[in-house]
């Protein structure tokens, strides 16, 4: 069997993906035309070429003003159930799918809008495919913590739809402190709690979500190899990194894949996994993450089932499902 084919057949979980991320420029510029919405940019070709980015911030731009587009519940339907997908074919039979609400409140679309469009498709993926997924909810760090405790009182409404609070977008200037008491009142109320941490900024980020934001997990995590205490307590706890190879890659968070630190997290111990983080945008599936990460760093096929199995004990799925899914890779045959 190939690579191509292993990687691809292999039993997965998607745990670092942001819904806005997997709008693809076909389906933006068809929903932009259906609610007689201006796109900048006079082609999907041009859009594509627009593409190429210096750090997270000049991608975060671009990124916003995509999600412009997306009006009524179809169109978050439509984009979510594009996604799924996409999933479906690259055999990953679990997703743990962020979205940011604010996106589109503060352009004025309400949070009901959002939040069943992205459900709907969300149970339909169980009904066709038999995949199991949850919804992450994500405050913009570049907001203030009055409106995240609003974002947060709208999202109780949804409480058994949503499974954990995250934290994304600007991460310079933003420390996980900002949002301290917002993600006391996020747990109080019940939900799990993760942030980006480490992509572009400090080891002192990464201590902050921990000790302040009590995360379970952790997205992108890189820059805590900066600090060997730190890795030996995420390495003790087992706090899942969930690492983003293409991403770090066109976002310049490393120079070339084969400077990747995945597989040196891996030898110290570190719980990782491989995603996506935003596929549309750094022209790179589950699958591609996968593939061209284990080409750079000659990855074995043991790194790959270990990797595999990663995403679903990295979950937050109950331990029976975890044992199941496990199994499956287990089973699989190279
Ligand atoms: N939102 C979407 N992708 C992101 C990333 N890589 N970092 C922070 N916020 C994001
Ligand atoms: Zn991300």
Redesign the pocket.
Known sequence: MTIEKFICGIPKAELHV?I??TFEPELMFEIAQRNNIKIKYKSIDDLRKAYDFSN?QE??DI?YDGASVLIHERDFYDMTWAYIKKLHSQNVLHAEI?F?PQTHTDRGIQFSTVITGIHKALENAEKEFGMSTKLIM?FLRHLDEEQAFQTLEQALEYKDWIVAIGL????IGHPPSKFQRVFEKAQARGFLTVA?AG?EGPPEYVWETLNLLNVTRI??GNRALEDDTLVQLLVQKQIPLTV?PL?NLK?RVVDKLENHPLKKMMNNGLLVTINS??PAYFRGQLNDNYLKLSKALRLTIDDIYQLAKNSFTASFLSDSEKLSYIKKVDDYEK
């Open positions: 942001h806005e991320g997270l991608f975060l990124y962020f940011d994500c994304d977008s600007s991460e980006h992509e997205d992108h983003c991403s976002l983080d935003d």
